[in-house]
């Protein structure tokens, strides 16, 4: 069993940065890859980046490619999400998950979900 808490979401104007932490329980937090996704109002949870458990491989979504940057510290049970030139589009919920197993993408192969942190970049 795997408890998520994210935080570190905020208001932020257009170009502005936010760093978001996800903080996990539990001892096996090493063995999980973990991703970052987002849902805005209406629309459905989408993938935005994915690290393996050693941290040695990661993955983006491309809109954010170049802007944002996902890293992990297994010492500290901690992800994070660097989000820089952040853009209105970019406004959501981010939520945090874990996943045994590799690098994946879809949500539905996501284990363990946090509650979830407000991010808003205002025009």
């Known amino acids: 069993q795997v408890q998520l808490v994210e935080s570190g979401g905020g208001l932020v104007q257009a170009g502005g940065s936010l760093r978001l932490s996800c903080a996990a329980s539990?001892?096996?937090?090493?063995?999980?890859?973990m991703g970052w996704f987002r849902q805005a109002p209406g629309k459905e949870r989408k993938f935005v980046a994915a690290?393996?458990?050693?941290?040695?491989?990661?993955y983006y979504e491309d809109s954010v490619k170049g802007r944002f940057t996902i890293s992990r510290d297994n010492a500290k049970n901690t992800v994070y999400l660097q989000m820089n030139s952040l853009k209105p589009e970019d406004t959501a919920v981010y939520y945090c998950?874990?996943?045994?197993?590799?690098?994946?993408?879809?949500?539905?192969?996501?284990?363990?979900w946090g509650q979830g942190t407000q991010v808003t970049a205002s025009s």
């Open positions: 539990g001892r096996t937090f090493s063995s999980y890859a």
């Open positions: 690290i393996s458990w050693t941290g040695g491989s990661t």
């Open positions: 998950a874990a996943t045994r197993g590799g690098l994946k993408y879809s949500y539905s192969e996501y284990d363990y």
